[in-house]
């Protein structure tokens, strides 16, 4: 499948054309800077965005016209990209030359005009949006795994931009306007750069013509290029914060200077998927099945901080012992004590799912978007290379640039 | 092999039976990586009985069926997964209520890693020394559900909407429960339960079936048929509800209503109008209360719900209930509103017109064909109607050859009567 590009003067096009799929996707991805106004502006602005326009005024005739167009799916979603803040439209859609043809494929695309250029910006609708982005933040607290993880990352992002979550801050839901939200509005159409992905069976050139002509944007075609901030994370010490719960929920962390730019980056996914990455990693067999103290134990490597996080969770009383078992195992690591099938198995797990990734509209967008903004490889074959490429003494030499930095526990009251 | 070809949307289902014993669906799915392959025995959390050579019933301790998912990936002391891993796959499992199922996805060596999932299925290798390890697993797996407010109150909206069924039970069973299972109830289970005549495969990718059906047929052996009988759950449930409203006190800070209602759906006869009154019922309630609702803009303009308001159907061989629930900060106001919509469903006059109907019939159309891009969950469904006597791909032509009267008619004789209503508030 290739990736074919068009650069405009004001927007860049992606287009995947495959047979393989019954749904058409297009993407429309805003980039903007990471900012705590900004971002609850953009995020409440995009949710109002998706509640209603000027052809459908309401909610509920919005939700009747997508229903009327066989389930088409327009969903409105707040991203963070390194530092960089995204605001994704997506717009599903059954491929037109099985429900209606060309005519279909024109309504759906302007349902998607009368989105972006004529929304309804009201004072009711916004007062919705607030309430439902309050309602939002209160409910991670009801959720003890996300709200632990939550914590755990604004201890680790204290003062740091990362710590803002992609749909803003609750402390500036209040404050945000209507003339903020339009000003945001007119921000995203005229300046922000976009970028466009359309995925299925649509005929390239056909459909740049009409998308291009009814989605006519004026904003600064340059992509952002830079999405990490270089700062070492410093050493602190552990922190135990306590609810009323059943299970302790323990979060580590370790911090590195390799980035998604990285020449050890391929070396620090596939430790990553080594150390903790499923359940033939290192850490689920000495943690999970020989010493039996957890039910689930995983680590993920954040290629925007460099920070590589394990998270788990058990019973008070194994908190300890299970922290330890972490450190050995990530010190056994380093020392290279780990199998040539060890590092097969964890190398499979990425192939499979890099072989996965173009089975999915939204994967092959988000690939096709990866390969533009970061200069990542997007066909498969030079995935998969980088992948085998990485040898024993790669691992070896990427766990040396790691050095474990914190611990939280979110614990429970009575331990 | 049976083929059975669905020209409108180019998809084609075949069937074979390993050895006249075991069903192997095969729905092709070209251009696929990836290749999605599950195995689905009939042993969920409500069956506890089994009966044993000598014609005795013999009952298991809660949370047997689970266990034995854990425990089927023991081989020699070892966990099997890591020998998927090694063939490109990925193995998972999952128990709910009425079956067990083991899937995978893989991107190379499929007919290699259906050969293992037999294996691994149908020749345990259970050992004392392996079960006691995972009790202290699981028992985990249930503190993290403890933790959880909206699995306590499903849970306890499910207690007190059945009187007498096992679904009241965790499919994980209770931590004493857990202590008590044995090794002997693992194998006897698995004797009764896993016999490749009641289990079903089903492989949607990129795969040629007579090529499947030819390597099986020369490589798999199936085990000898067992002497011990499966046992169905005992069922005396009544048609009212065990408790009609509880309020619980937890640790959020938005308060919840879950309500639920308990259907009397046809157990017996007809599998086909079974599906069928489940496609009419999921109409009904899509216009009475699905996003394009009246009903739907002024609870959430009125501040009665948010938008975590959410609607689900069960309709499964022993019971049916209709869920529905979302954060409030007014949960008495809800319940009532709730209450007198359910009242005023099967009334004189519908509060939807012929138009509502054929859009909600459209959207029908556009989920399912959309639905068939997603191999995990076309497999799911198609599992699932399996059960109901149908294959999924025929469920849009019956729900298209349903009409605007039929679903008047159904909807005048609903019993919406055995309701219970569970709240949950912040404790502070």
Sequence with gaps: MELKIRQEPHATYHYLETRQFKTVEITLRFFDTLEPKRTTTRHLMLMMLRAKNRFAPSRKSLNRLLEHLYDTRLAAQSAKLGTAHVNQLTLSFVNPSIVGGADFFYRVLQLLKETLFHPVFDEKTLEEEKQFLKDYFKAEYAEKTRYAQKRFFEHLFEGHPYRLSPFGEPGWIDAVTLTDIKEAHARMIEENPVLITSVGDLEAERTHTMVKYDLAFAGNAELPDSFTIRTPFEPRGPRRESLKLEQDRLFMAFDSDVYHDDPDYFSMVVLSELFGGGSESLLFRRVREEASLCYHIGASFLPFSGLLTVHSAMKAQNVDLARETVLQTFHSLQQGDFTDRDLTLAKNSLITTIKQSYDHPRGLAALAARSQLFDAPFKEEERLQRIHKVEREDIQRAATRLSFIFTYVLGSEDA | ?428
């Design chain 2, 1 to 428: 092999m049976k083929k059975t070809t669905y020209k409108a949307y180019d998809e084609i289902v075949y069937k074979f039976t390993l050895r006249q014993r075991l069903d192997i669906y095969v729905l092709r799915k070209r251009r696929f990586a990836k290749t999605y392959v599950t195995l689905s025995a009939p042993l969920g959390s409500v069956h506890r009985r089994y009966k044993d050579e000598s014609g005795a019933v013999r009952t298991v301790p809660p949370g047997v069926a689970h266990f034995l998912e854990h425990k089927i990936f023991e081989r020699a002391g070892r966990d099997i997964s890591a020998d998927f891993s090694m063939d490109e796959a990925q193995i998972n499992a999952f128990t709910d209520h009425h079956r067990t199922t083991y899937l995978f996805h893989a991107t190379d060596k499929v007919f290699a890693n259906i050969e293992r999932l037999l294996e691994m299925c149908f020749y345990p290798d259970f050992s004392q020394d392996g079960v006691e390890k995972e009790r202290n697993i699981i028992s985990e797996e249930l503190n993290m559900h403890l933790d959880d407010p909206h699995y306590r109150q499903f849970h306890g909206l499910l207690n007190n909407l059945y009187c007498e069924h096992p679904l009241r039970e965790d499919i994980l069973g209770t931590k004493e429960s857990i202590d008590k299972v044995s090794v002997e109830d693992l194998r006897s289970m698995h004797e009764a339960f896993y016999q490749p005549e009641h289990a079903v495969v089903v492989v949607v990718g990129d795969v040629d079936p007579y090529v499947l059906e030819d390597y099986l047929d020369k490589r798999v052996t199936l085990p000898g048929r067992t002497f011990k009988e499966p046992l169905p759950p005992t069922l005396q449930e009544p048609a009212g509800v065990e408790r009609e409203h509880q309020e619980e006190r937890l640790d959020v800070l938005t308060p919840s209503l879950l309500l639920g209602v308990k259907l009397s759906p046809r157990l017996h006869g007809d599998k086909k109008a079974r599906i069928r009154e489940k496609i009419i019922l999921s109409i009904l309630l899509d216009l009475q209360f699905g996003r394009s609702s009246e009903t739907y803009e002024s609870m959430l303009e009125s501040g009665l719900i948010n938008d975590t308001f959410g609607l689900d159907i069960v309709y499964e061989d022993t019971y049916a209930h209709i869920l529905a629930g979302s954060e409030t900060n007014e949960p008495e106001a809800l319940k009532q509103k709730l209450h007198d919509l359910l009242e005023q469903l099967p009334g004189k006059d519908a509060a939807f017109n012929k138009d509502d109907f054929e859009r909600v019939k459209r959207r029908m159309v556009g989920s399912f064909l959309m639905g068939l891009d997603n191999l995990e969950a076309l497999s799911q469904q198609f599992t699932s109607h399996l059960s109901h006597g149908v294959y999924f791909h025929d469920v849009l032509d019956l729900a298209q050859s349903i009409s605007y009267e039929e679903v008047e008619a159904q909807r005048r004789r609903l019993d919406l009567s055995a309701r219970s209503t569970y709240i949950v508030h912040p404790d502070k």
